[in-house]
Structures are given as structure tokens and as C-alpha cells.
């Protein structure tokens, strides 16, 4: 009897460990975008205020925009959005969306989105990208 309390309190401590580890993570969604022959990294962390989240211009005209929300967990997803900004056009036409669970799933070599390709009718522009979870632990 006492070994198999021993043994209880032993899993005990060892999950409680492991969740307090990975209360310390810090969890970011990294995108490899491409446009016009460069590729830029940007990083997203969660965020509790989706609507506040600013897109990232990428040349004259697409925004690139990471919405991640690791909480609460029927919430918890990664968007993904990207949009036209044209002078003579009120707002800015979204022309292409993604959205994925959370924790997302490894798609291959090209992190959870896979590769994604977005097009700009208009100008026949091209923005392509994938996305990957980064995780590192808080300082």
C-alpha cells in the first residue's frame, strides 16, 4: 500500500512539473512571407484582442495579417488573412483567408500551413507564405 502511494504522489509531482513547464513556454506563429523575390519573418504571439491586430504591408498594395489565440480553448485558432489596399477602394478587400485549429498539426516541410499562394487580381500580384508554431521558453 505504501509503494503504490509513493508511486501516486510520484506521477503527481511529475505532471504537476511538466504543466508548470509548460506554463513557461511562450508560443509565437512564425510566417515565411514572400513578395517580390524577398522573404520576411514575421511573428505573431497570442493575443486575447483580435480585432486590434494590424496587418503587415507587404509592397504598395497586400497586408498580411497572423491572429493567434491559444485561449479560451473553444476560441483558440490561428487566422490567417491577407488583403488588397488600393487607393481607390474604401477598406481593404480581403483576397484570401486560412484558418486553423490550435494546437495546429505539421503539414511537411512547410510547417502547419503548408505552402499558401495569394493572388491580387488587380495587379496580378503574388504573396506566398507558410507558418510554423515556434515555442521557447519565457525569460
Request: proline share 6%.
Amino acid at each position: 500500500m505504501a509503494l503504490r502511494a509513493r508511486s501516486r504522489a510520484l506521477i503527481g509531482a511529475l505532471l504537476l512539473g511538466a504543466a508548470t513547464a509548460h506554463a513557461g513556454a511562450s508560443e509565437t506563429v512564425a510566417c515565411h512571407v514572400t513578395y517580390g523575390g524577398e522573404t520576411k519573418t514575421v511573428e505573431a504571439r497570442p493575443t486575447t484582442s483580435p480585432y486590434t491586430v494590424a496587418p503587415i504591408k507587404f509592397g504598395s498594395y497586400l497586408l498580411f495579417r497572423i491572429v493567434f489565440r491559444n485561449e479560451p480553448a473553444d476560441l483558440a485558432s490561428i487566422k490567417l488573412y491577407t488583403y488588397a489596399q488600393h487607393a481607390d477602394v474604401d477598406g481593404r478587400p480581403l483576397i484570401h483567408q486560412a484558418t486553423y485549429a490550435y494546437p495546429p498539426v505539421p503539414a511537411g516541410a512547410y510547417g502547419f500551413t503548408g505552402l499558401n499562394h495569394a493572388y491580387e487580381p488587380r495587379y496580378g500580384l503574388v504573396l506566398e507564405y507558410w507558418c510554423e508554431l515556434r515555442e521557447g521558453i519565457a525569460k
